[in-house]
C-alpha cells in the first residue's frame, strides 16, 4: 500500500481523508497535527464561547474513528520540514516520516498588525481550541475586554466575550462593520445591532499600541486616544500558512498554488483548505474546502472526477439574534449592474440584491435571512430571473415560490456551511437507510456548521422517509425556534433576564401563550427571583392566585401543610365562607379545603381574612403533600409520615416547577396517603423510607419509581430535594415529572440526583436554597391594596423536624 502523509487534523485535511477513504482504500494513512486534539469543528468555536456549545459538542471525529480506519494519528507533532525530493517529512520531535503522497492542509495563521507591544499578558488571537479555552479561562463579568477587527470572527468574539460578562468594544479599522461581506448601509444596520446588544463599536480606529506593564491595561491608537482593557483579542484577518510549502519548494503565491485538481506544481504533493490559492481565490470558509476535499479524493486515487471551479463565497454571521448574510458580489458599482434594496429602519432589517444581465451577482441581508438559501442558489445556478423580478425580495408564499423544500433541485445545497446538497441528502435517506437528523449529520455532515438550515433537514427528511418521527428535541413554539434545553443554556450562559429581551434578541419579538409562561418559569427558576418579572407574561391563574372557575369566579384554597390543620383555622374558614357566600365548601382529595365560587373582587378580602398562606392550588407549582397519621395514631406506623410530609412542604412550597406538582408522605407501605402515584413520594418502612418520583393517579396512572433507599428522615428530605431541584432545571415546561421520568429513565435520574458527585448535589441543594430564600407567599404580593402583612402562622407539630 502507498504511504500518505497529511499534515494538519484540521476541517479540510480530515475531511478530504473522510472523502479518500470513501474510495477502495488504498493508503497506509498518517495524519500530523500540532494541535492536541481530535479533530472538530472550528465553525462551532465561536458558539462554545458564546456558552451555546460545550467543548464536547465540536469534536468531529473522535478517536475511535481514527483506529477503526487505521489511521496513524501524531496529535502534538509540528512538521518542520518536507523534502521533496527523499519525500520525507520532519516534525518538531525529531521523527522522519516517508511518503509516497503528501497532503498539505495547514490551514491559515492569524494575521497579527503591527501593533507596538501585541505580547503583553492579556491579548489572545481567537483560531483554535486552545485560543478559545484561554478566553473562557480570562473572561471575567466586568472585565474590560478589547477586540481588535471589525469582521466575521472579530464580532463573533465580541458576542462571546459579552455573553462571558465582558464588557466589549469593538475596534475596527475601517469605516464598515465587515465590509468584505457588507456595504456601509448593511454595516451601518449591523453596528446598531451590536450596539444594542451592548457591545460597543469604535470605527475608523487604527490600534497602534497595547498599553500596560506586563499585563495589557488599555489599546492606543493613532493620533492619540486610547481606551482601557484588561483583555485583548486580535482578529484582523487571516493568512494562508504557507510555511511548509515554500520549503517544499512548491509555487506560492499568497497561499499554495493548486489547480483544478488540487494538485500543486510538484506531482505528489496536494494541497486543500485554506492554506490553498486557487484561480487567484484563497477561501476562508469549510464549504470550499469540502468541495476541494472531494475532487482531490478523487485525483488522489485514480479516479480523476469533476475539477474544481471555484465555490461561491458566503457568509453568514453566527451570532444568535444578529442575522447577517452575505454572498457573491457586495460592490454595485460594477458596470451594468442593478441594485434592488429595502429597508426598515424600526425592524433593523437591510436587503439588496445586484443583479447583472438579469442574474444575481451578489445578496446582502441584515437582521432577515430566510431567503438566503433562495439566494445562494440563485447565484450558484445563475438562473434568469426575468420572470421573477416581482418576487426578488419578496417572495410568493413558500409553496408558490417553489421553495418548499420538495420543489428544490437535488443540485440545490442545503447546509451550505458543509456544502451538502439535497441530492446528498436523499441519497443517504435512500441508499443509507439515515431516518433521523441525528443521523443525517453523522452521515452527510449537513446541519452541524451554523445550524441554519436544520429546518430544512428536518422537512427533507419528513418529505422523505415514510416514518420519519420528529426529533424529540421540540422547540419551543414558531416565536421562539429553540429546544427548550438549549434555550436553558443560553439565558443561563448569556445571563438574560427578562422575557422580553429573551423574545427580542432570540424571537420573533413578541411572543405566545406558549413560550411567555414558559420563559417567565424559567428565568424564575434560573434567577431565582433576581430577574425582571413580567406579570402578563403568566397564566391568567397565576396573575390573580386563584383558579377560574367555569362562571367566571375564583376558588380559594389555602395552604393546608400535610393536611394538619386547627380548629382556629377552621373557624377562619367557615367565617370567611360565610362572610363572602361562597357557593361551595369542598374537601378536595388532597386534604385541604376549598371555597368555590368567590368573586374576583373579594380574592384580596378573602386572603386576609383567611390569614393562612396560598395553597397554590392555582399554578404550575408546588401544591401539596397528602400524609398519612403515621406513628402518631396508626398501629401500623413505623415512620413519622405527618411530620416528614409537612417538613416537605414547608421546604417546597411557593417554590415554582414546570407543571403542578404533588407529593405524599406514608407511615408504612400500606400506602394510605397513596405516595407511590404522587410526583414525589415517602414511603415509611421499618428503619428506612424509599423515596419514589415521577408516580401519577390522573389522566395518567403510573407507579413511581424507588429513587433510593435511605435511613433517616432528613436524608430522605434530601433526596427528594436532589430529585425536585433537577426537575425544576431539566425538565421542559409543562413536562409532569411522570414524562420526565420516563423521558431520562430512572437510572439517568439517579445518576444526576442521589448518586451524583458532591459537587453536583451541592450546586442543587444550593441553588434551591437560593429560590427557596427568594420565594414568597403568593397572597402577599403587592397587587392588592388589602393585603395582609403577616398571616398567622401554623404551628408546627411536635416531632416536626427543624
Ligand atoms: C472562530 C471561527 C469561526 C469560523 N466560522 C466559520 C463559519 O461560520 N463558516 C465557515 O465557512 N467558516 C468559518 N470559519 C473558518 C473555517 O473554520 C475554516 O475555513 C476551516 O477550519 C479551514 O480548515 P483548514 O483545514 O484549511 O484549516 P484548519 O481548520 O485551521 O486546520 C489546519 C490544521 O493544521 C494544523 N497545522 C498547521 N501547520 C501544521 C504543521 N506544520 N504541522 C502539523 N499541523 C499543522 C493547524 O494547527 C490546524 O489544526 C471559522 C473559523 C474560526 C476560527
Ligand atoms: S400508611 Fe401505614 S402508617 Fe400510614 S395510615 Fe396507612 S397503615 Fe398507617
Known amino acids: 500500500?502507498?504511504?500518505?502523509?497529511?499534515?494538519?487534523?484540521?476541517?479540510?485535511?480530515?475531511?478530504?481523508?473522510?472523502?479518500?477513504?470513501?474510495?477502495?482504500?488504498?493508503?497506509?494513512?498518517?495524519?500530523?497535527?500540532?494541535?492536541?486534539?481530535?479533530?472538530?469543528?472550528?465553525?462551532?468555536?465561536?458558539?462554545?464561547?458564546?456558552?451555546?456549545?460545550?467543548?464536547?459538542?465540536?469534536?468531529?471525529?473522535?478517536?475511535?474513528?481514527?483506529?477503526?480506519?487505521?489511521?496513524?494519528?501524531?496529535?502534538?507533532?509540528?512538521?518542520?520540514?518536507?523534502?521533496?525530493?527523499?519525500?520525507?517529512?520532519?516534525?518538531?520531535?525529531?521523527?522522519?516520516?516517508?511518503?509516497?503522497?503528501?497532503?498539505?492542509?495547514?490551514?491559515?495563521?492569524?494575521?497579527?498588525?503591527?501593533?507596538?507591544?501585541?505580547?503583553?499578558?492579556?491579548?489572545?488571537?481567537?483560531?483554535?481550541?486552545?485560543?478559545?479555552?484561554?478566553?473562557?479561562?480570562?473572561?471575567?463579568?466586568?472585565?474590560?475586554?478589547?477586540?481588535?477587527?471589525?469582521?466575521?470572527?472579530?464580532?463573533?468574539?465580541?458576542?462571546?466575550?459579552?455573553?462571558?460578562?465582558c464588557d466589549v468594544t469593538v475596534v475596527h479599522l475601517m469605516e464598515t462593520l465587515m465590509e468584505r461581506q457588507l456595504d456601509p448601509t448593511g454595516g451601518?444596520?449591523?453596528?446598531?445591532?451590536?450596539?444594542?446588544?451592548?457591545?460597543?463599536?469604535?470605527?475608523?480606529?487604527?490600534?497602534?499600541?497595547?498599553?500596560?506593564?506586563?499585563?495589557?491595561q488599555g489599546v492606543e491608537f493613532k493620533g492619540g486616544g486610547s481606551i482601557a482593557a484588561d483583555l485583548v483579542v486580535i482578529a484582523a484577518g487571516i493568512r494562508p500558512n504557507v510555511g511548509l510549502g515554500q520549503r517544499a519548494g512548491l509555487e506560492i503565491k499568497r497561499g499554495i498554488v493548486v489547480n483544478d485538481y488540487m494538485e500543486t506544481s510538484h506531482p505528489d504533493i496536494f494541497a486543500?483548505?485554506?492554506?490553498?490559492?486557487?484561480?487567484g481565490v484563497c477561501y476562508g470558509l469549510v464549504a470550499p474546502l469540502l468541495e476541494q476535499g472531494?475532487?482531490?479524493?478523487?485525483?488522489?486515487?485514480?479516479?480523476?472526477?469533476?475539477?474544481?471551479?471555484?465555490?461561491?463565497?458566503?457568509?453568514?454571521?453566527?451570532?444568535?439574534?444578529?442575522?447577517?448574510?452575505?454572498?457573491?458580489?457586495?460592490?454595485?458599482?460594477?458596470?451594468?449592474?442593478?441594485?434592488?434594496?429595502?429597508?426598515d429602519p424600526t425592524l433593523g432589517i437591510y436587503k439588496k440584491l445586484t443583479l447583472k444581465d438579469n442574474k444575481l451577482a451578489g445578496a446582502i441581508l441584515v437582521g432577515e435571512t430566510a431567503d438566503s438559501h433562495r439566494y445562494m442558489e440563485w447565484l450558484r445556478s445563475q438562473t434568469d430571473l426575468t420572470t421573477l423580478r416581482r418576487q426578488l425580495l419578496f417572495p410568493e408564499s413558500a409553496g408558490d415560490a417553489g421553495l418548499d423544500v420538495a420543489q428544490m433541485s437535488e443540485s440545490e445545497t442545503v447546509c451550505g456551511c458543509m456544502g451538502v446538497t439535497k441530492g446528498t441528502i436523499i441519497h443517504a435517506i435512500h441508499e443509507k437507510g439515515v431516518n433521523t437528523l441525528a443521523q443525517l449529520k453523522e452521515c452527510t455532515r449537513a446541519s452541524t456548521g451554523c445550524g441554519s438550515c436544520t429546518g430544512l433537514?428536518?422537512?427533507?427528511?419528513?418529505?422523505?422517509?415514510?416514518?420519519?418521527?420528529?426529533?424529540?428535541?421540540?422547540?419551543?413554539?414558531?416565536?421562539?425556534?429553540?429546544?427548550?434545553?438549549?434555550?436553558?443554556?443560553?439565558?443561563?450562559?448569556?445571563?438574560?433576564?427578562?422575557?422580553?429581551?429573551?423574545?427580542?434578541?432570540?424571537?420573533?419579538?413578541?411572543?405566545?401563550?406558549?413560550?411567555?409562561?414558559?420563559?417567565?418559569?424559567?428565568?424564575?427558576?434560573?434567577?431565582?427571583?433576581?430577574?425582571?418579572?413580567?406579570?402578563?407574561?403568566?397564566?391568567?391563574?397565576?396573575?390573580?392566585?386563584?383558579?377560574?372557575?367555569?362562571?367566571?369566579?375564583?376558588?380559594?384554597?389555602?395552604?393546608?401543610?400535610?393536611?394538619?390543620?386547627?380548629?382556629?383555622?377552621?373557624?377562619?374558614?367557615?367565617?370567611a365562607a360565610e362572610k363572602y357566600q361562597v357557593g361551595m365548601v369542598k374537601i378536595t382529595g388532597s386534604q385541604r379545603i376549598d371555597l368555590l365560587g368567590v368573586k374576583k373582587a373579594d380574592l384580596p378580602k378573602i386572603w386576609a381574612d383567611l390569614g393562612m398562606p396560598s395553597g397554590q392550588a392555582y399554578t404550575k407549582g408546588v401544591r401539596m403533600v397528602k400524609t398519612c397519621v403515621g406513628t402518631d395514631f396508626c398501629r401500623f406506623g413505623v415512620q413519622d409520615s405527618t411530620s416528614a410530609g409537612i417538613e416537605l412542604e414547608r421546604r417546597f412550597e411557593n417554590l415554582f416547577t414546570p407543571h403542578k406538582l404533588k407529593m405524599g408522605s406514608v407511615g408504612c407501605p400500606r400506602n394510605c396517603a397513596e405516595a407511590t402515584?404522587?410526583?414525589?413520594?415517602?414511603?415509611?418502612?421499618?428503619?428506612?423510607?424509599?423515596?419514589?418520583?415521577?408516580?401519577?393517579?390522573?389522566?395518567?396512572?403510573?407507579?413511581?419509581?424507588?429513587?433510593?433507599?435511605?435511613?433517616?428522615?432528613?436524608?430522605?428530605?434530601?433526596?427528594?430535594?436532589?430529585?425536585?431541584?433537577?426537575?425544576?432545571?431539566?425538565a421542559n415546561y409543562l413536562e409532569r415529572t411522570y414524562d420526565f421520568v420516563e423521558r431520562l429513565g430512572i437510572e439517568k435520574v439517579r445518576k444526576e440526583t442521589v448518586y451524583a458527585i458532591d459537587v453536583v448535589k451541592d450546586g442543587l441543594r444550593d441553588r434551591l436554597r437560593k429560590s427557596k430564600e427568594r420565594s414568597q407567599d403568593a397572597w402577599l404580593e403587592g397587587e392588592a391594596p388589602n393585603n395582609p402583612t403577616q398571616f398567622v402562622q401554623i404551628k408546627p407539630l411536635a416531632g416536626v423536624l427543624a
Open 457 to 575: 433537514c428536518q422537512q427533507l427528511l419528513k418529505a422523505v422517509v415514510p416514518d420519519f418521527q420528529e426529533e424529540v428535541k421540540k422547540t419551543m413554539c414558531k416565536c421562539l425556534a429553540l429546544p427548550e434545553d438549549n434555550l436553558r443554556e443560553i439565558l443561563r450562559s448569556q445571563q438574560l433576564k427578562s422575557v422580553q429581551e429573551v423574545l427580542d434578541i432570540y424571537g420573533n419579538g413578541t411572543g405566545c401563550e406558549v413560550c411567555k409562561p414558559a420563559l417567565s418559569y424559567m428565568l424564575d427558576m434560573l434567577w431565582c427571583g433576581d430577574h425582571q418579572e413580567d406579570r402578563s407574561a403568566r397564566f391568567i391563574n397565576d396573575r390573580v392566585h386563584a383558579n377560574i372557575q367555569k362562571d367566571g369566579t375564583f376558588s380559594v384554597v389555602p395552604r393546608i401543610r400535610g393536611g394538619v390543620t386547627s380548629p382556629d383555622e377552621l373557624r377562619r374558614i367557615a367565617d
Open 272 to 279: 486543500v483548505g485554506e492554506c490553498v490559492q486557487h484561480n
Open 677 to 730: 402515584v404522587k410526583d414525589i413520594g415517602l414511603v415509611g418502612q421499618e428503619g428506612s423510607w424509599q423515596v419514589v418520583v415521577g408516580g401519577a393517579a390522573g389522566k395518567k396512572v403510573r407507579k413511581a419509581d424507588l429513587l433510593i433507599t435511605i435511613e433517616t428522615t432528613e436524608q430522605a428530605l434530601d433526596a427528594a430535594a436532589l430529585f425536585f431541584q433537577f426537575y425544576r432545571e431539566n
Open 294 to 343: 472531494k475532487v482531490l479524493a478523487a485525483t488522489i486515487t485514480g479516479n480523476n472526477g469533476p475539477k474544481y471551479q471555484g465555490t461561491v463565497p458566503a457568509a453568514k454571521l453566527k451570532i444568535m439574534g444578529v442575522d447577517v448574510f452575505s454572498a457573491g458580489e457586495i460592490n454595485d458599482k460594477v458596470d451594468g449592474s442593478e441594485v434592488i434594496r429595502y429597508e
Open 1 to 165: 500500500m502507498e504511504k500518505l502523509v497529511v499534515v494538519g487534523n484540521g476541517m479540510a485535511g480530515v475531511a478530504c481523508v473522510e472523502q479518500i477513504l470513501r474510495h477502495a482504500p488504498k493508503f497506509q494513512i498518517s495524519i500530523f497535527g500540532d494541535e492536541t486534539h481530535v479533530n472538530y469543528n472550528r465553525i462551532l468555536l465561536s458558539s462554545v464561547l458564546a456558552g451555546e456549545k460545550s467543548l464536547d459538542d465540536v469534536v468531529l471525529n473522535g478517536l475511535d474513528w481514527y483506529q477503526q480506519n487505521g489511521i496513524d494519528l501524531r496529535l502534538g507533532v509540528r512538521i518542520i520540514d518536507v523534502d521533496p525530493v527523499a519525500k520525507t517529512v520532519t516534525g518538531d520531535d525529531g521523527s522522519v516520516t516517508s511518503f509516497d503522497k503528501l497532503l498539505l492542509a495547514t490551514g491559515s495563521v492569524p494575521i497579527i498588525p503591527s501593533i507596538d507591544d501585541v505580547e503583553k499578558d492579556g491579548v489572545f488571537v481567537f483560531r483554535n481550541l486552545d485560543d478559545t479555552r484561554a478566553l473562557l479561562e480570562r473572561a471575567r463579568p466586568g472585565l474590560k475586554a478589547v477586540v481588535i477587527g471589525g469582521g466575521l470572527l472579530g464580532l463573533e468574539a465580541a458576542r462571546g466575550l459579552q455573553v462571558q460578562g
Open 188 to 216: 451601518g444596520y449591523l453596528a446598531t445591532k451590536m450596539n444594542s446588544l451592548g457591545v460597543t463599536v469604535l470605527l475608523g480606529l487604527s490600534t497602534t499600541k497595547v498599553l500596560g506593564n506586563g499585563k495589557v
